[in-house]
């Protein structure tokens, strides 16, 4: 089961209290910087999280303005779409998710807080390779201030080419499944708080044990690209 921190309480409570129940994600960004991208990001994150998790999501984007802006950048980013929301209960609705940056909104449930993002590389955030942007964010705990400059990107940057390059290359020798623990791993990493450096750690260790079969490298790749969104499988059928 997914658990997340209430903001309000600082305690890990269920993201889904009642598993079939309609849960509804609200992200709150207050502008079109790092950090509105951020909390689109984890609000994006959540919803993966609870669908992986057999819970159906309604998610929605809650800002003052800016939509289409808005809108473009969370594309841009990864991000699947979000509805416009109104601020009224779904048919079912058990729970009401808002993610909001530290210092934002406060509306009233259940609230998701997402640090501050500074931005310290060359040009713009729109101006970066967005894939590349997604990983460096998702290598910093959601609560804690993330800085994204230029040493940051070349390193996802590389990770990108290198991890895709792999996993084209794995995606040639027979398919195995996920190993039991190794699933259970990742699980329990984004089930703790959408713990994604957990993640992206596990998925490090898979690259490199020898024990493993590439099949199910390459599976596992597949699997937790599910929930990172960062298109793990595009040079799949490219030349080597």
Known sequence: MLRITDAR????????????????VEAH????????????LAADLLVRALELGGTPVWALLAA???????????????IRPFEDGDGAA??????????????GAEPDGLRVAVALTAWAAP???EEADQTALRLALLTHPRNAPAVIDADALERAG????RWRGA??????????????????????AWEDDLDTAAVLGALRAVETDPALPDGARFETYAYAD???GLDLARDLGHPA
């Open 9 to 24: 309480t600082g305690e890990l409570v269920a993201a889904a209290p009642a598993r079939r129940g309609l849960t509804r």
């Open 29 to 40: 960004p207050r502008d079109l910087d790092p950090t509105g991208l951020r909390v689109l």
């Open 64 to 78: 003052e303005g800016r939509h289409a802006e808005l809108r473009a950048a969370a594309d841009a980013l990864g």
């Open 90 to 103: 779904g048919l079912g609705e058990a729970q009401v998710l808002h993610v909001v940056d530290d210092g």
């Open 123 to 125: 040009g713009t955030p």
């Open 158 to 161: 590389d990770t990108l080419r």
């Open 167 to 188: 996993v084209a290359d794995w995606a040639r020798r027979p398919s195995r499944p996920v190993p039991d623990e190794v699933r259970a791993e990742l699980r329990d």
């Open 226 to 228: 599910r929930l990172l």
